[in-house]
């Protein structure tokens, strides 16, 4: 039980398109979800807390404009990253939230050209 | 600042020997949990102990929690070399909405 995905798993892109990052809770529901970014050998950075039905809550010094969440229901949220530059580059994880543990997803590796 | 600190940052050892890593944070916790992250991978929950609770077991892996230190560990025995990965710990504070604060992880060789 408590199986989180994320879609894709990697994704390349040119400079200046939107990608999306799909994270679904597959067995349970999750009012909460969270969305990190990783960087090689580093920990986990929390971007946002995504609620459904609401404003996602954005990190300290993340652009909410250029990183978008919607967690339009119990089993879904959506990152996209606009206009992406080879900056952006990274590892994303979501994680769910079910209780309080979070289970979280396999990871997508976005490479912007 | 991070809240919660692992060290070693790095440890290396042979098959069948006992690992341990140590993790520390700063505020006071509601729970901390214990995860695990193979290279390139998302992280798997190992094992998550409460504020009112000293040690906790799962399988070969033994959680202990000194909430006066504000430090815990993670013991593996009889590692094996599918035991190595990152270890990470993250507290969850009672204020926090269930966010949780990473440290910054202990990469575990086991050597076969």
């Known amino acids: 039980g408590a199986v989180v995905s994320q879609h894709p798993s990697w994704v390349i892109c040119k400079s200046g398109t939107s990608v999306k990052i799909e994270c679904r809770s597959l067995?349970?529901?999750?009012?909460?979800m969270f969305w990190y970014r990783q960087f090689p050998k580093q920990s986990l950075m929390l971007m946002a807390t995504?609620?459904?039905?609401?404003?996602?809550?954005?990190e300290q010094g993340v652009e909410k404009d250029k990183f978008l969440i919607n967690h339009a229901s119990l089993t879904l949220s959506t990152l996209t990253v606009t206009s992406a530059h080879p900056e952006d580059s990274s590892f994303y994880i979501c994680?769910?939230?079910?209780?309080?543990?979070?289970?979280f997803g396999p990871g997508t590796r976005l490479t912007v050209l | 600042s991070q809240q919660g600190e692992e060290d070693p940052q790095a440890l290396s050892i042979q098959e069948g020997e006992n690992a341990t890593m140590n993790c520390s944070y700063k505020?006071?916790?509601?729970?901390l949990q214990w995860y695990r992250q193979n290279s390139g991978r998302g992280l798997v929950h190992l094992i998550l102990i409460r504020s009112n609770e000293r040690e906790k077991h799962s399988g070969r892996l033994r959680v202990t929690l000194d909430t006066s230190k504000k430090s815990s560990s993670l013991l593996i025995t009889a590692s094996r070399a599918a035991d190595t990965a990152s270890y990470f710990c993250?507290?969850?504070?009672?204020?926090?909405?269930?966010?949780?604060?990473f440290g910054d992880g202990t990469t575990l060789t086991v050597k076969p």
């Open positions: 067995d349970f529901q999750a009012t909460t």
């Open positions: 993250a507290t969850v504070s009672n204020t926090n909405a269930g966010k949780s604060t």
């Open positions: 995504s609620n459904e039905g609401s404003k996602a809550t954005y």
């Open positions: 505020t006071s916790i509601n729970n």
């Open positions: 994680s769910a939230l079910l209780t309080d543990t979070q289970y």
